[in-house]
C-alpha cells in the first residue's frame, strides 16, 4: 500500500492509494476482489458482508492453533470440539439469510 501526493488543483492536496504485490506491480481493484472473495462489490447486502466477515474470523481462530487452544482454555473444551463448534457457526454464521422482498410492478 502506497500513497503518493496528487496535485489537482494548487489549492488542494489528495492522496492516490494504490496497492501493489510483492513484487512491487500494481494491482488493480478488479483483481483485488477476483483474488479474494471477501473484499466485496458495490451490490453486496449487509448479510453477505456481515457472514463474509464472520467466516474469515472463524476461519483465523481455526488456523491459528494458539488463539483456538485459548478458546478451548477459556470455554473448558476440549481443543477438537472448540474447532468443531467454530466450524458447524461458519454454515451460517448470522443465521438463515434474510428473504427477499418481491418489487412490485407500477400500476398504470
Not at 492509494?17 to 479474494?36: C, D, F, H, N
Not at 478458546?71 to 451460517?92: F, I, P, T
Amino acid at each position: 500500500l502506497s500513497c503518493r501526493p496528487s496535485l489537482d488543483s494548487p489549492l488542494r492536496l489528495k492522496y492516490i492509494v494504490t496497492m501493489s504485490t510483492s513484487g512491487g506491480a500494481p494491482i488493480s481493484s478488479e483483481q483485488l476482489k477476483a483474488r479474494y472473495i471477501g473484499t466485496g462489490h458495490a451490490d453486496m447486502t449487509k448479510y453477505e458482508w456481515a457472514t463474509n466477515q464472520h467466516r474469515d474470523t472463524m476461519t483465523s481462530h481455526v488456523g491459528h492453533y494458539d488463539q483456538l487452544s485459548y478458546y478451548a482454555v477459556a470455554q473448558n473444551e476440549s481443543v477438537g470440539r472448540v474447532r468443531a463448534q467454530m466450524l458447524e457457526k461458519m454454515l451460517e454464521p448470522c443465521g438463515p439469510p434474510p428473504t427477499k422482498k418481491k418489487q412490485q410492478e407500477p400500476s398504470s
